[in-house]
């Protein structure tokens, strides 16, 4: 298991959820809710920053089959977008399937209702990619997903 800090991005089309894992990779908590529009890649290259990340795990939204569509080809012009932006910093692409989904559910038993849920949904959605990222890499002692590579120019 590398060691180091972990930024994990939950992609919306209105909000985006970060959370971080505490520099022995065993831990995701949440960070902050950043709105989706102008400086919002700005403000998660800061977050790696201020937080010291080694990488930033991307969700993938994949159907349930595995297929990737139109939700699936924005989040990967995104995390490019992203990727040359933090440069040097890697960004990985981690399957997301039923992220928010859980999030929600762990949300409403925790008692969390309407407005309260919604404004944390993203950020308890970036937190169950980002454990899944550091659990499949402690069992496989692989990093997960996909790197994403920058193009030139």
Do not use: F, N, W, Y
Not at 8 to 13: C, E, K, M, Q, T
Request: with cysteine; aromatic share 0%; hydrophobic share 45%.
């Amino acid at each position: 298991m590398r060691t180091g800090v972990r930024l994990a991005v939950d992609l919306g089309d209105v909000r985006i959820g970060v959370a971080t894992s505490d520099p022995s990779g065993l831990l995701a908590t949440p960070v902050e809710t950043v709105r989706r529009g102008p400086g919002d890649l700005a403000r998660l290259a800061a977050l790696a920053q201020d937080h010291g990340a080694i990488e930033i795990v991307v969700g993938l939204p994949r159907s349930l089959s595995g297929l990737e569509g139109p939700a699936a080809v924005k989040v990967r012009t995104v995390a490019a977008e992203l990727a040359r932006l933090v440069a040097p910093c890697p960004v990985r692409l981690v399957d997301e399937r039923m992220t928010t989904v859980t999030a929600e559910r762990v949300l409403r038993d925790r008692g969390k209702k309407g407005a309260k849920r919604r404004a944390v949904v993203d950020q308890a959605a970036a937190v169950v990619i980002l454990q899944h990222a550091l659990d499949s890499e402690r069992a496989t002692g692989s990093a997960p997903g996909e790197i994403v590579e920058l193009s030139t120019p």
